[in-house]
């Protein structure tokens, strides 16, 4: 039995325009982005050539209105798009999520003049983004950050450090939520802080076990002086457009995790149906077969759970529990798959000859971004049985 070469997802999209769009990323994905994923991962390089690709693709802002530069396509096709450069490689699917969530609250809560002024750039123009809301001693606890936005006349003094910032150093603009009042969730304000801005820094980024080639980074915030015309939505609101900004973003991990699973499984399968033991391949044996269709199981149902949840979301119907439970159970997902992976490929699948060492490694961080999945539980069990009485 010859090795099989990896298949297309049989994707079911709405338009013939989402089907020429997935293809146009596919294409992308496979030619500009695969070929180089190993090595630039391996020597810790961000390929923000592929960025700019991207952008001037049109594929940089494909959730948000044309008016401004977006792409108006529906969170179901925005997210399999994810999910096709996922399978090239975590660090641009996980790239582009991260500059999307970072355009959310403008594009969602900004005036009609911070919109005409700001979004073209932001989804079209080169630009890319950081979302700045975990800080060194609040993560899942978010409405806890200290980082101090003073106000100054006309403008307003940001002061803090922020931790695990994806593109902490690179990116071009911070959508950054900062203590404007008093403690809680309703002293925290939103702004839109320039890349250059004076008082801006970051420090090295981390030394990660995965996605080396992604930056992540504290960024330190030193008197930063930004207008209030950088303000976005009204004092006190940032905590719910941190919130809201979650939601959509927990969908883009969700379709990124699959992707990583997929890339996973078909490595397993290509090794598999060309690996010969005992005079056959080993996708012969039961043992192996079985692991191969439970793999590409758990991927269709993670597949299906958070397209479900990105339909309720393009109807304006509430999707804040099944964003939790898709981003739960496609995240557990892409950890099985990618450990059976390296399994299916034996001592192989250990060495970094082959990319499932790789995926594992990757996986793993998805678990936790974009509020752990412990967090994912919290919030699934409060919509179902209400707040915790204690």
Same mark, same amino acid.
């Given at each position: ?14 338009? =013939? ?75 641009? #699917? ?60 006309? =403008? ?81 609101? #940032? ?75 393009? *109807? ?23 450990? =059976? ?5 034996? #001592? ?14 990757? *996986? ?27």
């Amino acid at each position: 039995m010859p090795d099989r070469a990896p298949q297309p997802v049989d994707r079911q999209l709405p338009t =013939d325009e989402a089907r020429d769009l997935i293809s146009l990323v596919r294409d992308i994905a496979q030619r500009e982005i695969a070929p180089k994923a190993a090595e630039e991962e391996d020597a810790g390089h961000f390929p923000r050539e592929v960025f700019s690709l991207l952008s001037e693709s049109g594929l940089l802002g494909l959730p948000y209105d044309s008016e401004y530069g977006g792409g108006d396509q529906p969170y179901e096709v925005y997210l399999q798009a994810l999910e096709e450069l996922a399978v090239a490689r975590l660090t641009v #699917g996980l790239g582009v999520s991260v500059h999307s969530l970072a355009c959310h609250a403008l594009a969602n809560y900004g005036t009609k003049e911070q919109q005409v002024e700001h979004l073209p750039a932001m989804l079209g123009g080169g630009l890319l983004g950081a979302y700045c809301l975990s800080e060194p001693s609040s993560g899942s606890d978010a409405a806890s950050l200290r980082t101090k936005a003073v106000r100054d006349g006309d =403008d307003w003094v940001i002061t803090g450090t922020k931790a695990w910032i994806t593109h902490g150093g690179i990116a071009d603009f911070y959508t950054v939520l900062a203590r404007s009042g008093g403690d809680g969730p309703r002293g925290i304000t939103a702004f839109l802080v320039p890349g250059d801005a004076e008082g801006l820094s970051a420090a090295p980024p981390e030394k990660k076990m995965g996605m080396k080639g992604s930056p992540t980074a504290q960024v330190h915030f030193d008197g930063v002086r930004v207008c209030d015309d950088r303000r976005i939505g009204d004092e006190g609101q #940032g905590f719910a457009v941190a919130l809201s900004a979650l939601d959509s973003g927990r969908l883009g991990i969700a379709a990124c995790a699959i992707g990583v699973a997929q890339a996973a499984l078909d490595e397993a399968v290509s090794y598999a149906t060309g690996r010969q033991q005992f005079g056959r391949p080993i996708s012969d044996f039961q043992g192996l077969r079985f692991m191969l269709a439970d793999m590409a199981t758990q991927i269709e149902a993670g597949r299906a759970l958070y397209l479900a949840a990105a339909r309720l979301r393009d *109807a304006s119907r509430p999707f804040s529990k099944e964003a939790a439970m898709a981003k739960l159970l496609c995240t557990d997902t892409a950890m099985k798959v990618t450990t =059976d992976a390296v399994q299916v490929l034996g #001592g192989y699948g250990y060495t970094a000859d082959f990319p499932v060492e790789r995926y594992m490694r990757e *996986a793993k961080v998805l678990q936790i971004v974009e509020g752990t999945n412990q967090i994912q539980r919290m919030v699934i069990a409060r919509h179902l049985a209400g707040p915790d009485s204690r």
